[in-house]
Structure formats: structure tokens, C-alpha cells
């Protein structure tokens, strides 16, 4: 389900995880306040027809305490940045119950005046 930084807000406020899917040097320099990282390499087409077999989502198995019962919201850079679509997916695919998908990712949490982390 696709959701706006101030819903993306709200279900963090109600326990949802945020999953960073942006390089470790991104994560480090700014970064959703709270959000856990699992940056993986893409390889695929920046599609929805996507081959995720192409991509490496190995770093999804290993966030701590990620549990497939609750919410989890997949972010990145924003509309032009797949990561986070892909990653959401693959996610629903592996048995996720509530999947989110912050298209607007980090530049949109951003322009809402939302808190950041890091650098």
C-alpha cells in the first residue's frame, strides 16, 4: 500500500518499522529517525516488471526484530528510486501481513518537516 510521510508517521507512532533501503553511506549521512537499514545491491530493471531474482534481498532477512506480523514501511530517495518499491514486493512475497510503501521516501519526509537522523 503506498502512503504519504504523515501516514508513514502515524503507523511508526503505532509501532511500524521503517526500512531504509539506501546505500549504508545515505543511511549514515541522513536518514528517517528510527529507521533501520537494509540496503541491498540492485541490479534489476527500474520496473514493475522487475526480476527479483536479479537483486540481492538477503540484508531483509537480516533486520533485527523485523517481524512479519507487523507493519513495515519501505522508504528510499524518493519517486525516482525503486529500492523501496522492490524491496516492499519482495517483502509481501516473503509472507509480510502489512506492507508499506513511502514513495515520496526520505526528500518527502524531509519537506514535511519531519525528524531526521544522522550526519
Known amino acids: 500500500e503506498r502512503i504519504s510521510a504523515s501516514q508513514a508517521q502515524a503507523l511508526l507512532g503505532q509501532g511500524a ?3 531504509d533501503t539506501r546505500t ?3 543511511f549514515q ?3 528517517i529517525r528510527g529507521a533501520v537499514l537494509a540496503a541491498y545491491v540492485e541490479k534489476s530493471l527500474k520496473d514493475v516488471a522487475f526480476n527479483p531474482a536479479q537483486d540481492d534481498f538477503q540484508s531483509l532477512d537480516k533486520v533485527a526484530g523485523l517481524d ?3 507493519p513495515v514501511i519501505f522508504a528510499c530517495n524518493g519517486a525516482e528510486c525503486w529500492k523501496s518499491y522492490k524491496a516492499a514486493k519482495v ?3 516473503k509472507g509480510y501481513k502489512s506492507v508499506y510503501w513511502l514513495r515520496g521516501g526520505l526528500p ?3 519537506e514535511a518537516g ?3 537522523e544522522g550526519g
Open 91 to 93: 517483502a509481501a512475497e
Open 108 to 110: 518527502e519526509w524531509i
Open 24 to 26: 549504508a553511506n545515505e
Open 68 to 70: 512479519k506480523a507487523k
Open 114 to 116: 519531519l525528524p531526521t
Open 17 to 19: 518499522t521503517l526500512v
Open 29 to 31: 549521512a541522513k536518514r
